[in-house]
């Protein structure tokens, strides 16, 4: 006999409350103690606790030395697993990118109406370079990635949010090819971003971070535009 809604209710708001944190702590640029996540998701401390040691268990969170809860390394696996094929053939071509420029490359896909991480790679000698960490995920509608991934879709599909400055700025990316983002995500940050299509898959784009680059826009559009032609093509299009 299945389960009542009052009896299954509080299951699924457990779950829910669990894949929230994961995806704070993915949002976060640094370890959180518990009582941070527990304000973030507006519940009190010890529920906030009874739920981490459960993502602990599953090796989901850890913690560092001082007690602050991060993402532990089973993400990582696990997000290896989201389109496999995508992230493999892509990753060679990050790791190119930022070799060649210097600044953090990372692949992004569209979820629901969120832009989220799926592997990223630092530049190997840069001093302080940017994280992004697989998983980050910020609104569709802010981000130079976002706008190239909405430039891929039609307009009838894009979040009922998009003022006219922005789909004016999505209609620019399209025509040029190519998106630019400035303090949108994080302040200080800017972002180039292009488009990335592959046959079967939802849309996605390649992007890189930075602070500062001594490479232009339109220079670093270019090449971010050969490493996605030769992901398409290593996917068959």
């Not at 457990?14 to 702590?25: C, F, K």
């Not at 993915?26 to 739920?51: C, K, N, Q, W």
């Not at 989201?82 to 990372?106: N, S």
């Not at 004016?168 to 995500?185: K, L, N, P, W």
């Amino acid at each position: 006999m299945p389960p009542s809604p009052a009896t299954a209710a509080p299951a699924s708001q457990t779950l829910s409350r669990g894949i929230r944190i994961l995806e704070v702590l993915a949002d976060a640029r640094g370890p959180l103690t518990i009582d941070e996540i527990a304000r973030r998701l507006d519940v009190h401390r010890s529920v906030a606790y009874r739920l981490l040691r459960t993502l602990e268990d599953h090796g989901l969170t850890e913690r560092d030395s001082a007690g602050r809860v991060e993402l532990g390394a089973r993400m990582a696996a696990l997000a290896a697993g989201v389109a496999h094929d995508l992230q493999a053939e892509a990753l060679p071509e990050l790791t190119a990118v930022a070799g060649d420029l210097g600044v953090t490359c990372f692949l992004a896909v569209l979820d629901h109406d969120e832009c989220v991480t799926l592997s990223s790679v630092e530049p190997r000698h840069a001093v302080n370079p940017v994280a992004q960490r697989p998983g980050t995920r910020h609104p569709v509608t802010r981000g130079a990635p976002g706008k190239a991934i909405l430039s891929l879709m039609p307009e009838t599909s894009w979040p009922a949010d998009v003022g006219e400055q922005l789909a004016h700025e999505i209609r620019d990316a399209a025509t040029r090819g190519y998106a630019t983002s400035h303090d949108e995500v994080i302040p200080s940050l800017r972002a180039v971003a292009v488009p990335l299509r592959v046959r079967g898959r939802g849309p996605a784009a390649i992007a890189v971070v930075f602070v500062a680059s001594a490479h232009g826009d339109a220079e670093i559009a270019a090449r971010l535009a050969v490493s996605a032609a030769a992901i398409r093509e290593a996917l068959g299009g």
